[in-house]
Every structure is written in C-alpha cells, then in structure tokens.
C-alpha cells in the first residue's frame, strides 16, 4: 500500500480538487492512504479567528463564517444542491461556533479545536465527491488513530497506541475498499480532544501512517516538479534534484527548507521507506525520490536560506570564561524557553547563538538570559546554509553583503550575513 499526501495548495478550489480525483484514478489498483491538507489558505484564516477570539475580539464569528462561506462555495461547485456533504460540513462549523460562545480555557487548546476544522472539512468535501463521482473510499477522523498527549499545538505522537490502532483501522477498512481518506495535521489525545502536530505537519502524518502501515512509499504531491536545490522564490537557476539521501533530506529540513516537514524523514528512514515528491499538476512527471544513501552525483550544492534571523552574543558578566558551567545554565534556559538554535559557536568569554527573529519568543528568551549573563544581539541577518558547498557558491552568496560570522563541515558550509 501506498500513502499519499495533498497539501492546501493542492486542495484550494473545485477545480484542484477534480484534480486529486484525476490522479487517483492512476492508481485504482493500489490499496491508498490519501492524507489531505485543509483547503488553500484555511489554516491560516483560522488562525484569525482563534486570535480574535482570544483577545475577546467580536468578530471572530463574522471571520469563522468568512471561512465557512469559502467552502460553502467549493461545495456549490462541486455537488447537486441539497446533497447530504452541506450538513456533514456545517456540522464541523457549528462546533466551532459553540468553542468562540465559551471563555477559552487556554490559547493553545482553543487553537487546536478551531484550527483542525480546516482538515476535517476538506476530506469530508473530497471524500465525498469522490464517492460522488463513483470512487469508493473510506474517510476516517485522523483523531481516533493519531493518538497524542496534550502538549497542544505541537503534540507528541503516542507511538505504540498509534501504530496498534492503525495497523488495526487502516487494514481492516483497506480490506472492504482500497481508499481511505483522513486528515493531516491533527491528532486526538486519550480524552478525545484534538490536538495538532505543528504547522504545516500534514508531511509528518503521511510518514507516520506509512511507518505503521509499513507502506511501500509515500509521495507527497506539490506545485513544484520536485525537490529543487534552491528556493525559486531566492534564486533563478534552480536545479531540480533527481534523488536524495535521507541524510541530506534531513540536514536540509532541518536548516529551513520547507519543501517537506523537517519530522518527516525519521519515521521513512526508520523503516527504510521511500518518499517521493511529484507535482499535482504534472503527475506523470519522475518528481524526486528521497532515501537509502540515494544521492545525486556530483553533488549539487543546497542552498538554504532563512531571513530575519538574529545573532545574540552571551557572556558571563565578570570576564570569566563561557566554559561547562555557564554552558548548561545558557542550555537550560533554551530548552525552558522552548528556542530552537539554529547555528552556535563559542570562544573564551562569549557564547553565539543564531535563531529566529520571533516577536514572542525572543524577548522572553532575552530578559531570562539577562538575569545571569551579558547580552549583545544583531537583527536583520540572514542565514544560508550550503549543503555540498563549494568556493563558487559562497563567493556568489557573498556579493554585496558582510559576512557575520561563518562555519563549515566537510559537506555544510553556513555563513550569517548583513547587506552592506
Ligand atoms: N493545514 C496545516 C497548515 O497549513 C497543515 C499542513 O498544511 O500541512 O499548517
Ligand atoms: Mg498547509
């Protein structure tokens, strides 16, 4: 069997969506997992909603019916009037009606419940219009069968109770029909409320299906040909990667290419499971594959970039050295703090860290490391990393910028810069 993962681009209009239906009938003769994104720019209108509910602002029921209108329409382009989908979706929305007429118990719980209607709705809408359109198939609420504990808005999967319960579910329903429907992103925890797994983790579903289902390969389908070695949206002459390795598909993720969801690669790599990335729009394309010591040689430099990244500089405030001590207490704040580092460095008497600019986070991390430690930082740098880098494509990077600081392995270069 094989999964199958759409994400929101895939999914945003009646047209995309008798697009899926056109793909899938490629392959009626596999047994599929089909793991959907919500619809388009969903999420984050539901985001909306969640913030101004929260901030007890009154039109977050006007903002929630903006959303439901939006899929009211999909629907009237999809389906005769009156068909029993306009109910089943309504329903979805009439639960996160009752959520706004109560106080909300707290930001990230009432996220969860709201932001997850974005994935319910879309495969209620594409799993009935398939069975519309005579292809057989099952929707299953992901929240009985992603079981999770309660860290809300970026749950931990309960892996054994996950994988019993879908080894369970997803084979006996794959037996009576060879589609079944759920949705990304979301989970349930074991008192039924829903949580989520971080954003766009649809990725991480599909890989955490296949890995209990032990699938035969998962394919995640996008607007892009494949996996690139650079953002198009950075750099012109970009280069379609033919195949990748585990390894650098991970590193990769990691440094913020955001073509696949960084916790994707563990779980396929675990059971040895390949990833392919196509385009919806051009299904009968090669797209890339990703796995087992699978490398496109020579290697092509990767390029990844991440902006608004800021350097923060600590230093004990006595002149005495950043050595074991001082180390753990700076370590311990990061992790209370919930930061995640995205290059570090050390010399004598300071310590660097490079993260992202989060207007949340960083103040926060800022005045608990002022309590103990000196602290210098510098905003508006970017950070590239270059996976198989060479001379040539740092001294291109370089142009017309200042160069902060600079690290490099054999195989990942990573410089921070500033514009001169
Ligand atoms: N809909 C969610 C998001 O936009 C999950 C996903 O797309 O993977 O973050
Ligand atoms: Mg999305």
Redesign the pocket.
């Known amino acids: 069997m094989q999964v199958f993962k759409f994400?929101?681009a895939s999914v945003k209009d009646a047209s995309s969506i008798k697009n899926i239906k056109s793909i899938l009938s490629r392959y009626t003769a596999d047994s599929l997992v089909v793991v959907v994104?919500?619809m388009g720019?969903?999420?984050?209108a539901l985001e909306k909603v969640v913030n101004a509910h929260f901030n007890n602002d009154d039109n977050a029921t006007q903002l929630l019916n903006e959303v439901k209108l939006f899929h009211d329409e999909i629907i009237a382009n999809l389906f005769p009037v009156n068909h029993p989908v306009i109910i089943e979706v309504n329903n979805f929305f009439v639960e996160a009606e009752w959520m706004l007429e109560e106080k909300p118990r707290s930001y990230n719980f009432l996220y969860d419940q709201i932001?997850s209607i974005?994935?319910l709705v879309s495969t209620k809408i594409i799993s009935q219009y398939l069975l519309l359109q005579q292809m057989d198939n099952t929707w299953i609420d992901a929240r009985g069968i992603i079981l999770t504990d309660n860290n809300y808005r970026n749950a931990n999967i309960d892996w054994l109770q996950t994988e019993t319960i879908i080894v369970e579910t997803v084979t006996s329903q794959l037996k009576k029909k060879n589609i079944v429907i759920t949705q990304?992103?979301i989970g349930g925890t074991s008192e039924n409320y829903t949580t989520?797994?971080?954003?766009?983790?649809?990725?991480?579903?599909a890989a955490i299906i296949a890995y209990c289902m032990k699938a035969d390969s998962v394919t995640i389908w996008k607007d892009v040909p494949g996996v690139l070695n650079a953002d198009p949206r950075f750099f012109d002459d970009t280069q379609k990667l033919e195949q990748i390795s585990y390894l650098d598909a991970i590193e990769m993720t990691y440094y913020g290419a955001t073509v696949i969801?960084p916790k994707t690669i563990k779980p396929l790599e675990n059971r040895g499971i390949p990833l392919y990335v196509k385009s919806f729009l051009q299904p009968e394309g090669a797209g890339t594959i990703i796995g087992k010591d699978l490398n496109t040689k020579p290697f092509v430099p990767n390029l990844i970039v991440k902006t608004n990244q800021v350097l923060i500089s600590i230093s004990a405030t006595d002149f005495s050295f950043i050595a074991e001590d001082n180390l753990s207490a700076i370590f311990n704040i990061f992790a209370t703090q919930g930061i995640k580092i995205n290059l570090m460095q050390n010399s004598a008497i300071s310590f660097s860290v490079c993260l992202d600019n989060d207007a949340i986070a960083l103040p926060a991390l800022l005045d608990a490391l002022k309590q103990h430690f000196k602290v210098r930082y510098n905003d508006n740098l970017t950070l590239y990393t270059i996976r198989h880098y060479n001379q040539f494509t740092l001294d291109s990077l370089l142009k017309g910028k200042t160069l902060i600081l600079e690290q490099r392995s054999r195989n990942t270069a990573q410089i921070i810069t500033r514009p001169n």
């Open positions: 994400g929101g994104s919500a720019k969903t999420t984050n932001v974005g994935e990304g992103f989520t797994l971080g954003r766009e983790g649809s990725d991480y579903t969801h």
